[in-house]
């Protein structure tokens, strides 16, 4: 089987990320920062070790600055939500997943005010454009690093330099990015990194986190018992506690933190330099196929390993059904949660098919996926 | 080692289970619900079945009507926001953990107004005290099914009828009885019920859930990707994906299932006998010892398998860095974030030390814990 579909979660993990999750399982099984008893303090050890190790890894000041959440989504919902107020303006780009879309249409209707910059037809984003839609009661600036659709990757840095020249709070949603393209959230002007645990990061589906700069007050989407002032029933206001409401994941916080390790050890450039190899074969190979409708950029140095495309009239889905029916190749159909980079690459109505590779991929399965669609483009 | 913290994390957890979770990790490792290839589709269906496992294990109508969450936490958030606006009132207990009292308290902020009910010192309820509460705009009673500090069971199937005949919202947290006491959604009249994965459930950290009652309309703490109708940027109504935004934790939901059918394959009941006779094999074995405070029922009939105890004047985070250093024995000390229990009980200042005990624990445990007791107090 050829799976290429890592822009959804990746697989298969590290051995140690299996391996991670059953030895806390079995081993350090209590629940970490509430009772003192040894097995519950080892647990507790374990989270603060993956908060070091995130923190590290995106240069966070401090590892109080990780708060893990369950997925990315939740780390958005928290962000947006704990920040924008009615009467607050928002700007994001037209290439963003529902995880920041849906958020912003749900607010929209107690009275946050909500721009879109548009992207090009390749989702490429002009940082004037995000300029000129600044308004005076402009509170954040929400976006992708790269998109989930085609992997273009928005500047981030020149519109973390204008966020950061006129305060607003800058949110960069790196579902795409954490784990496989350099994130330095200080030198960034990153003010908000919401990531996934189960992409990039090579960690167990349930994990995520967000980065929260510090100082920045965030009103919590939940409460509730954090094993700290236990006596107030008000919420903490320091961070993490704050956030992080309830029995963490610890088992999967674990698998986190060893799929980050992996990632430390094999290099994140190599990595990307792995990725940009396959993107870059899989896109000089369909180059010059005959009905292959290409979207994205097309040119692996502005993209992440993931790469989107239609086969003449053929339904995404028949597509990626043939994909994986006839040649055991796993990608993604449809609408990828994303209807306004759809709307912005012009394939609102019909999707695409998504192939996205990851560091266990090889340049033999790119071939594979080549020959593949050229034989289903021969006999349509 | 002893360990008797399980009220705040059951360990070990069944063989099955650890298997559940890697299984999935290493063989349906795909995004469930996203995709159509074919290890996406096996995702999926491990998520319905365990859906419908847990549907049927609390007699709902449906697979549809349980939301997976990563803890109660999230769950009793998910429920208490999505049902109370400004000017609604709200009833709970006195024994209420902070994962309900703090979002209450909360809300308090934007107009809603949230009556507590005084318990005796015990931790009983009488259902009368909670009609006398209810006023015209009463839209919903929260109430935890046992204290997470004395384990007293709370009358939730009576609090239940008082509820459905006034058309009032009733959302039980059996964060302490999901797996050990029976639950029938239907027949005890709850609308909403939270639990959390990890406890009595068997299921690994990060997982949990809302069971709604069909009709019960909740608006989202969260929204993003649902894999539903992505070309709306409206959350979709239907259930769960209104309440599931974000990729699913696969393994940890296969995980939690292979606890329920460890539990349905034990039989709830005999679960239910072994902890009563650990209960009250302790309690027993502490009714005579000098200088030991006692709280909560002291009624195995009347609680869950959770004691809280404090010895002479001895500090409890004291006590039980003793049990855990000179006997091994593992137990909770503190708040247990739950300040208006204590508040009730008449413990908010110095804590007490909690024991708790699952299906894995035995009676020479517990006389090991009796005799490590004796010797604690007899050095004093």
Known sequence: ????????????????????????????????????????????????????????FFNAKSPRDIVFTSNA???????????????????????????????????????????????DSRGFLDPEDVKKAIKPHTRLIAMTHASNLTGTILPVEEVGKIARERCILFLVDAAQTAGIIPIDVQR?????????????LYGPQGTGGLYVREGVDITPIKEGGTGSLSEHLEQPRMLPDRLESGTLNTPGIAGLAAGVRFIKQKDIENIRTHEQKLTSKFLEGIKYKKGISLYGP????????????NVMEL???ELAYLLDSKFDIQVRPGLHCSPLAHKTIGTGERGAVRFSFSVFNTEDEVDEALEALDIICSRI
Chains 1, 2 share one sequence.
């Open 298 to 309: 097309g040119d692996p140095a502005h993209m992440c390993a993931v790469v989107s495309l």
């Open 188 to 200: 960034m002007n990153i003010d908000l990194l919401a990531f996934p645990g189960h992409k990039g």
């Open 1 to 56: 089987m050829i799976y290429f579909d890592n822009a959804a979660t990746t697989w298969p993990k590290p051995e140690a990320v299996y391996d991670a999750v059953v030895n806390t399982m079995k081993n350090y099984g209590a629940n970490p920062g509430r009772s003192g008893h040894r097995m519950a303090l080892s647990a507790a050890r374990i989270v603060y070790e993956s908060r070091e190790l995130l923190a590290d």
């Open 315 to 317: 339904d995404s889905s």
């Open 73 to 119: 989504t939740e780390a958005l919902n928290m962000a947006i939500k704990g920040v924008l107020k009615p009467g607050d303006h928002v700007i994001t780009s037209s290439m963003e997943h529902n995880s920041v879309a849906r958020p912003l249409f749900a607010l929209q209707k107690i009275g946050v005010e909500w721009d879109v910059v548009k992207c």
